[in-house]
């Protein structure tokens, strides 16, 4: 276990329904639904899902008052928060709002007129529902645009603080924010500026960050930059993929710096001639059977005796490969009882299994 520990900024608290974001509170993953939101069923069956894989909070889109109602349905069948996602209609927001959203996203600076703001504000205020402003790179305002040349930092600053100062001029602190960007350098200096400006947790993420593979690789270096500096109480992880897949890779860029751990960590060589057994298969196979795992537990899977046993020292169950049998660690101590390795991924199964559930009955 490692004890390099990361000191995070002091951020406010806020309330996402049930689920606090900011302060001391575990850093949050949240995802956002893709069905048509007016498809309750769809909708729901996604939402389940993303909860299956540990979603803390949900947003859904609520473009139209047909998908206001729609959404109205989908808290009657959900308990995991869900964020409304609004972007201009002040009317959609009082709708959902009405109808128990946890959290609106949606720009102060878009709403319109100031009686229209006011309306949004007071509404939030009174239901105490958080605000989610998000500025983003692709959409910043003409005059920023102008001023700036393009995206920079500083005009994804300026836009944000533009944001906050209509929210700060009706009182209003019970929001988070996004300064988010498809370039990872532009998203990490624009969060860094804000974060030193403000005291409202921050909303991570990497946007539009593309495919399954490199979007990962991008959230992971400019979420994981950012945690890494202490900075950030939710993240989101845009992929075009399934959004089932967001919420996997949060976890483990938050399992990656240990700021927040579920379900297994697997530590696996990448494999030379010198494995005993199939180290890939093996692992591969065990990430898929062992999906259902919440309980932290790091397992390493190592192919030979050369990193075998350090590797298996500092994790809960460890294997170094060795002929025909392998070598079983647990707690760091290796045991008498040996993993046959053809057998290996139904034995090492029935261990982890074995100390998850001892573990949940202490
Ligand atoms: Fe190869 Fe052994 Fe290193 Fe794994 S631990 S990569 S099997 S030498």
Not at 159 to 188: C, P, Q, T
Not at 300 to 307: D, E, P, T
């Amino acid at each position: 276990m490692s004890t390099f520990e990361i000191k995070r900024r002091v951020s406010d608290k806020i309330f996402v329904g049930n689920v606090a974001v900011g302060g001391d509170a575990p850093i949050t993953v949240q995802s956002m639904t893709n069905t048509n939101t007016c498809d309750v069923l769809a909708t729901l069956a996604q939402i389940q899902a993303l909860e299956s894989a540990g979603a803390d909070i949900i947003r859904v889109s609520v473009p139209t008052m047909d998908a206001a109602k729609a959404f109205k349905e989908l808290k009657q069948h959900t308990t995991v928060p869900l964020i409304a996602d609004i972007h201009f209609d002040y009317r959609i927001a009082l709708k959902v709002a009405e109808y128990g959203a946890d959290c609106l996203r949606i720009n102060p600076g878009n709403i319109g007129n100031e009686k229209r703001i006011r309306s949004v504000v007071d509404c939030a205020r009174d239901r105490n529902i958080p605000i989610r402003i998000g500025v983003n790179a692709g959409s910043l305002e003409r005059d920023l645009q102008e001023k700036y040349g393009e995206p920079t930092p500083e005009a994804l600053l300026e836009s944000a603080l533009r944001h906050i100062g209509i929210l700060e001029k009706y009182d209003f602190a019970n929001f988070k924010i996004s300064v988010k960007a498809s370039d990872v350098a532009l998203a990490v200096s624009a969060y860094r500026l804000l974060a030193e400006r403000i005291s409202q947790p921050l909303h991570l993420g990497i946007t539009e960050a593309g495919g399954f593979r490199a979007g990962a690789v991008k959230s992971a270096i400019g979420i994981g930059l950012l945690l890494s500096e202490g900075i950030g109480d939710t993240l989101r992880v845009s992929l075009a993929a399934d959004p089932v897949q967001e919420i996997k890779v949060g976890f483990d860029i938050l399992k990656s710096l240990r700021l927040r751990s579920r379900g297994i960590n697997f530590i696996a060589c990448p494999t030379c001639s010198r494995q005993e057994f199939d180290v890939i298969s093996t692992v591969n196979q065990l990430e898929q059977r062992l999906e259902d795992i919440v309980t932290p537990l790091d397992v390493s899977i190592i192919g030979c005796v050369v990193n075998g046993p350090g590797e298996a020292l500092v994790s809960t169950i460890g294997v170094a490969g060795s002929k025909t049998k392998s070598a079983f660690y647990l707690h760091g101590i290796r045991q008498q009882k040996r993993f046959n390795n053809e057998s290996i991924i139904d034995e090492l199964e029935a261990e982890i299994r074995n100390v998850v559930s001892t573990t949940l009955k202490q």
